[in-house]
């Protein structure tokens, strides 16, 4: 049945007026790619905009309009959209060939850096994806520890293969997700995220878990965000207990500090996967860790050991232009503050954002850490100054609930208004966001919200 409040929506309207060659790519996509998209984050309802060009902080969409980017490449462009170095590195790569079948040197550079860059890194194996990486984490960790499960947390995203699907965005229960099978879904030993007591319960109960993998400073980015002593306690029940730690920092990996979450918490899993910025805004991702653990992919080791190493093919691990294109943001952002000068803007960014909200009695509020902000829609109504919010004190399901209408119109209201974030109204900055972006943005968010008001979406100020 269609919903009134989006068929009678005047932002969805001026969303259409705005958006007519990507309304005409959007229908042509609807008979070629399922929903028309190639990426479930990106399905919006009508139509997502077609981008045609970027540049730093901004990009371009076929109808000419301009936003400023706070999708960031789904978190890779810590650097911005074609950072000179990092496109000259691309550019030479890509005249030199683009797949030697062989061995080159820019993966042997790419690797040191990561080991230079990373605390827990002895040992990578590049692959192509993050969710490449997450997969051969958890087989390490099985054939290092000969045990099945792996404890994940509700909310906390680890790519899209089997063992990762159920507790992300549904099935709480741990029921397996359509085209799962039950028996893989029932290895995943499910917890509520930052629950030290439920943690230590799970840990008493199970003797066969082989890993605990979690997104360091929670899920989507720390849009559920827990405590630091939180992975402090999980860093310590694991050790006690022959349980390897995974961090999953393929978001957090070279963003949150040079060394990641793990560089910036001081604390050490024995394997870290790692993507998106890794690779400079290319496809590619690496796990990495413990020289005895990634020995499991060792041809010597194996041999000596008589055991059967893990197989690990993969035509693009490490493909030449992904290792040019990383190995120039790693040596960019080892050397320069770009994680810092990202983490402060973001900082200043919601702090404005919920300025905004105050002056226009707007009972929601901008949160996050490091270079990222999600809003919280208050779906419950409560009484919450916008500044002084903290989602610690809410419960993981209320921040992850919320209106869907609303947020989607928030979100075509923001797009009308020259502002891209994401479905769930979260960005990350890049360290090209700057006074003029931040300018433009606060601007565009009183706008949106007014144009809310406007369709009695929002209290009358
Ligand atoms: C925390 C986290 N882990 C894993 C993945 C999967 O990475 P990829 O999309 O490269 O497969 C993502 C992707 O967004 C992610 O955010």
């Given at each position: 049945?269609?919903?009134?409040?989006?068929?009678?929506?005047?932002?969805?309207?001026?969303?259409?007026?705005?958006?007519?060659?990507?309304?005409?790519?959007?229908?042509?996509?609807?008979?070629?790619?399922?929903?028309?998209?190639?990426?479930?984050?990106?399905?919006?309802?009508?139509?997502?905009?077609?981008?045609?060009?970027?540049?730093?902080?901004?990009?371009?969409d076929v109808d000419g309009n301009e936003y400023v980017d706070y999708y960031g490449g789904h978190g890779a462009l810590l650097l911005g959209h074609n950072h000179p170095r990092v496109l000259a590195a691309m550019q030479a790569a890509l005249a030199q060939g683009t797949h030697f079948g062989a061995n080159h040197p820019n993966e042997v550079r790419w690797a040191e850096l990561v080991t230079r860059l990373v605390p827990s890194a002895e040992r990578v194996r590049f692959t192509s994806s993050g969710t490449e990486a997450t997969?051969?984490?958890?087989?390490?960790?099985?054939?290092?520890?000969?045990?099945?499960?792996?404890?994940?947390?509700?909310?906390?995203?680890?790519?899209?293969?089997?063992?990762?699907?159920?507790?992300?965005?549904?099935?709480?229960?741990?029921?397996?997700?359509?085209?799962?099978?039950?028996?893989?879904?029932?290895?995943?030993?499910?917890?509520?995220?930052?629950?030290v007591a439920a943690l230590r319960a799970a840990l008493a109960q199970h003797d066969d878990i082989a890993a605990a993998i979690l997104e360091p400073t929670g899920s989507s980015f720390g849009a559920v965000p827990h405590r630091r002593d939180f992975v402090e306690a999980l860093r310590e029940e694991t050790a006690k207990r022959g349980i390897l730690l995974v961090f999953d920092e393929v978001v957090t990996g070279f963003r949150v500090s040079p060394g990641g979450a793990q560089g910036e918490f001081g604390v050490t899993p024995d394997l870290t996967a790692l993507a998106k910025i890794l690779a400079g805004g290319l496809p590619g991702g690496a796990v990495c860790g413990r020289k005895d653990i990634l020995d499991e992919l060792?041809?010597?080791?194996?041999?000596?050991?008589?055991?059967?190493?893990?197989?690990?093919?993969?035509?693009?691990?490490?493909?030449?232009?992904?290792?040019?294109?990383?190995?120039?943001?790693?040596?960019?952002?080892?050397?320069?503050?770009?994680c810092r000068q990202a983490n402060a803007r973001a900082a200043e960014l919601r702090a404005r954002l919920n300025e905004v909200l105050a002056e226009e009695r707007v009972p929601w509020a901008v949160y996050g850490s490091f270079s990222g902000f999600h809003t919280f829609l208050n779906p419950q109504g409560r009484a919450i100054a916008p500044e002084g919010f903290d989602p610690l004190g809410l419960d993981w399901r209320e921040l992850i609930s919320g209106s869907k209408p609303l947020a989607q119109k928030f979100r075509l209201a923001l797009l009308v208004n020259g502002v891209d974030v994401n479905g769930r109204l979260s960005g990350f900055l890049s360290a090209t966001h700057g006074t003029a972006e931040l300018d433009a943005t606060v601007a565009a968010f009183r706008a949106a919200l007014a144009m809310l008001r406007a369709e009695g979406e929002l209290p009358r100020a």
């Open positions: 049945m269609p919903d009134n409040r989006l068929s009678n929506s005047t932002i969805i309207a001026a969303y259409r007026e705005r958006t007519p060659r990507s309304a005409e790519l959007a229908k042509e996509a609807q008979a070629l790619l399922p929903s028309g998209i190639s990426h479930d984050g990106r399905f919006t309802d009508p139509y997502g905009i077609y981008v045609e060009r970027a540049a730093g902080p901004r990009k371009w997969l051969m984490a958890l087989r390490l960790a099985r054939a290092f520890t000969g045990k099945p499960k792996i404890l994940r947390f509700f909310t906390h995203f680890h790519g899209w293969h089997d063992h990762m699907t159920a507790g992300h965005a549904s099935h709480f229960d741990g029921t397996p997700t359509t085209g799962v099978l039950a028996e893989i879904a029932a290895n995943a030993v499910l917890l509520p995220p930052g629950d060792d041809f010597a080791v194996a041999a000596m050991k008589g055991r059967e190493k893990i197989a690990h093919p993969g035509t693009y691990n490490a493909n030449p232009v992904s290792a040019a294109a990383g190995r120039a943001a790693l040596e960019i952002v080892g050397a320069s503050d770009a």
